[in-house]
C-alpha cells in the first residue's frame, strides 16, 4: 500500500501536533500524498485496525469442521491368546507349590 515509509518533523494530520512524525508516502511525489502521523495516533490507529479485524472475523462464516474417519469394524474375531506353554496339559497348576507336596 505504501511504496515510501519515511521520518520527518511536521505536523500530524490527526491531532495536529508538531513533531516528528512518520511520512506514508503512496507515490514518488511523498510532498502531495503522503501521510503524516505522530507517534501516539499511530499506535490508535493500529489499535482500530485490531478492532476492524475482529468484527470482520466475527461476520466471516465459520469453516466447517472436517468431519473423522470412521473407525473400521473388525473383520475376524480375535483369536485366544497364546498363554502359558504348560497351559495345553490337563492338569490344573496350583503355581509354585511342588505337585507331590499336593494333598489329593
Known sequence: MFERIGIGTGRCIF???WGTVAVLATHEDYRTDAVE???KCIRAAQKAAELL???R???SPKAKKAPSKARKSRTSQPSES???PDAASTRPSYGL???DDLVP
Open 97 to 99: 507349590v511342588p505337585e
Open 37 to 39: 502521523a505522530d507517534e
Open 53 to 55: 479485524k475482529t468484527i
Open 15 to 17: 491531532c495536529g501536533g
Open 82 to 84: 497364546a498363554g502359558h
Open 57 to 59: 472475523m466475527a461476520k
